[in-house]
């Protein structure tokens, strides 16, 4: 008979040094779990949060924000299926490191491969597993809170239904330190634990946001725009139009724009002013030149609108943070 995992949303543990335990929220009835595979893998990691440690960490004003619930590592994980009718009442994220597996959910279905990042969403039934000839390697992590919507929006790949997939380089997988998410949670349950597990979690997500904005063509648009706003940030003195640097990554005006403020936040010309800013405060903090002088040598001709730009961006004028006391 096919081996089955354990739903360890089902799973309830208590700790002998808990002093209180709080009622669970409550949550529609589960069905019975399937039977688990005995032995496990070995060199597997497996930490699943105690259910009372996970309820009264919604009342932390920075765990409820991220939470990591569960996470493992799960090497040559032959055999390895988990089935859930419902979906589970977290997120969860896969990463395969190595070998193969497969994830099911409504009418998709998709085959996992090394690099693979894939997120499952919580509430959605979901089936996955490993390759039979080529068990999967994989790191998971099962978490909620309230800015995990955020993430998903960030990251795209992430918000689609019913599952998100995206592949990545493996040699960047393995060097997000995934593994520190879980061994975190092995040396305990305290808020410093549970919060530095979360910190991991958004390191890992970020470095994804960071590397993996698009696949294919839209990743080298990406890395192209990248490319220009990098070049802004080193030459903030270069006169240059909306059209050239659009042309530099051979895209749209309209693209281009959506895909820079997408990767610094601001709109290319913002940027190229607020660069030229940070250029006139270092001028402002090394010297005493007159606040024409740091205006014309910031890349300014008209004295005036570099104090209107200095102001609306640092909230000060050229001449108060001067004054100002720093450090």
Request: proline share 7%; aromatic share 8%; with cysteine.
């Amino acid at each position: 008979m096919e081996a089955i995992m354990i739903n360890m949303d089902d799973l309830l543990f208590f700790t002998p040094s808990l002093h209180c335990l709080l009622p669970m929220p409550s949550r529609r009835p589960s069905p019975p779990p399937r039977a688990a595979r005995p032995e496990g893998f070995s060199g597997q990691h497996l930490v699943v949060l105690p259910a009372p440690i996970r309820a009264a960490s919604q009342a932390h004003a920075l765990l409820r924000n991220l939470l990591v619930t569960d996470a493992g590592y799960f090497p040559t994980a032959s055999g390895h299926r988990v089935e859930r009718a419902r979906g589970s009442a977290t997120h969860l994220v896969i990463f395969c490191l190595r070998g193969a597996g497969w994830a099911r959910s409504g009418d998709r279905s998709a085959a996992i491969a090394p690099g693979d990042a894939l997120w499952l969403p919580a509430d959605t039934p979901h089936a996955y597993g490993a390759d039979g000839d080529d068990p999967w390697t994989i790191v998971w992590v099962h978490f909620q809170g309230s800015e995990v919507a955020g993430w998903r929006e960030e990251l795209a790949w992430a918000n689609r239904m019913p599952f998100g997939l995206r592949h990545f380089s493996p040699d960047l997988l393995g060097s997000l330190g995934l593994d520190r998410i879980y061994a975190r949670l092995e040396r305990g349950y305290g808020t410093p634990d549970l919060l530095s597990a979360g910190v991991q979690l958004r390191s890992v997500l970020s470095a994804l946001l960071d590397a993996g904005l698009s696949a294919g063509a839209a990743h080298s648009a990406a890395e192209r725009t990248a490319a220009v706003r990098d070049s802004l940030a080193g030459d903030p003195l270069r006169s240059v139009r909306l059209e050239e640097l659009a042309t530099r990554a051979g895209l749209s005006v309209p693209h281009f724009c959506a895909l820079f403020r997408r990767l610094s936040g601001y709109a290319p010309i913002d940027f190229l002013i607020r660069q030229r800013i940070r250029l006139a405060c270092r001028l402002l903090d090394s010297g005493d030149a007159p606040i024409a002088e740091v205006a014309t040598r910031s890349g300014f001709d008209d004295p005036y609108y570099f104090s209107r730009c200095f102001r609306r961006i640092m909230g000060a004028s050229p001449r108060d943070y001067r004054r100002a006391v720093k450090g």
